[in-house]
C-alpha cells in the first residue's frame, strides 16, 4: 500500500523552528521528485519546495528562500523540511507530494501553526 505520512508539525512562536518528515511506504522515493506544498485557510495551495531524487538540486517558492531547507534520506526512504525563522504567515497545512513521470502521491496532511 502507497503512503506518504507527514509528521512535526504543531503550534510554534514567531521566530522558532520545526522540521517536518514525510515517510514513505510502499514505493521508493529514489524514484521520485518530492516535493513540499502548503494552504493556508481561504488560500490556494501553495508549493514551497521541490527536491530531485539524487537531492542534487532543490528550488523554493520565495517566500520561504533562506528559512526553509528541504532534504531526503533515500535510506530511510524519508523526506524532510526544516523550516526556520517561522513567521505568521507560514501557518498551513504542509503537505508532502511525491512526483514521477507516472504517478503523483500526496500524503494526507501535518498542520503548522505560527503564533505568539
Known amino acids: 500500500q502507497v503512503q506518504l505520512v507527514e509528521s512535526g508539525g504543531g503550534l510554534v512562536e514567531p521566530g522558532g523552528s520545526l522540521r517536518l518528515s514525510c515517510a514513505a511506504s510502499?514505493?521508493?522515493?529514489?524514484?521520485?521528485?518530492m516535493r513540499w506544498h502548503r494552504q493556508a485557510p481561504g488560500k490556494e495551495r501553495e508549493l514551497v519546495a521541490t527536491?530531485?531524487?539524487?537531492?542534487?538540486?532543490?528550488n523554493y517558492a520565495d517566500s520561504v528562500k533562506g528559512r526553509f531547507t528541504i532534504s531526503r534520506d533515500n535510506a530511510k526512504n524519508t523526506v524532510y523540511l526544516q523550516m526556520n525563522s517561522l513567521k505568521p504567515e507560514d501557518t498551513a497545512v504542509y503537505y508532502c507530494?511525491?512526483?514521477?513521470?507516472?504517478?503523483?502521491?500526496w500524503g494526507q496532511g501535518t498542520q503548522v501553526t505560527v503564533s505568539s
Open positions: 507530494n511525491a512526483l514521477s513521470v507516472f504517478q503523483n502521491y
Open positions: 510502499g514505493f521508493s522515493v529514489s524514484r521520485y521528485a
Open positions: 527536491i530531485t531524487n539524487t537531492g542534487g538540486n532543490t
